[in-house]
Nanobody, 123 residues
Framework: QVQLVESGGGSVQAGGSLRLSCAAS????????MAWFRQAPGKEREGVAK????????VYTDSVKGRFTLSRDNAKSTLYLQMNSLKPEDTAMYYC????????????????WGQGTQVTVSS
């Protein structure tokens, strides 16, 4: 089992920055992919970024490329999402997810989830 706990959400003005953290505990050695998803009211959950734990390779959705950056602290088993140049359309609940299967792609594929952290960007 793996537990994920997110933190770092908040309210900022457009153009501002936030850094989200996802602290993993439990059988983290088995994780092959970790990701951030977000869900705005009335919208489907969408993938934001993911990292393959073995290679360190990252993938970003087009709307956040150049603005968001994934990083990790292996010693702390923590994944970070640095979000810069935030836009009102980035407003959503952000969720950390992880899975032991490297092929996990959609939200339905991910086994482990955090409780979410709210990000609100005002114009």
């Amino acid at each position: 089992q793996v537990q994920l706990v997110e933190s770092g959400g908040g309210s900022v003005q457009a153009g501002g920055s936030l850094r989200l953290s996802c602290a993993a505990s439990g059988n983290t050695y088995s994780l092959r992919v970790m990701a951030w998803f977000r869900q705005a009211p009335g919208k489907e959950r969408e993938g934001v970024a993911k990292i393959y734990t073995g290679s360190g390779n990252t993938v970003y959705t087009d709307s956040v490329k150049g603005r968001f950056t994934l990083s990790r602290d292996n010693a702390k088993s923590t994944l970070y999402l640095q979000m810069n140049s935030l836009k009102p359309e980035d407003t959503a609940m952000y969720y950390c997810a992880a899975d032991n299967d490297i092929s996990a792609l959609r939200s339905a594929d991910f086994t482990y989830w955090g409780q979410g952290t709210q990000v609100t960007v005002s114009s």
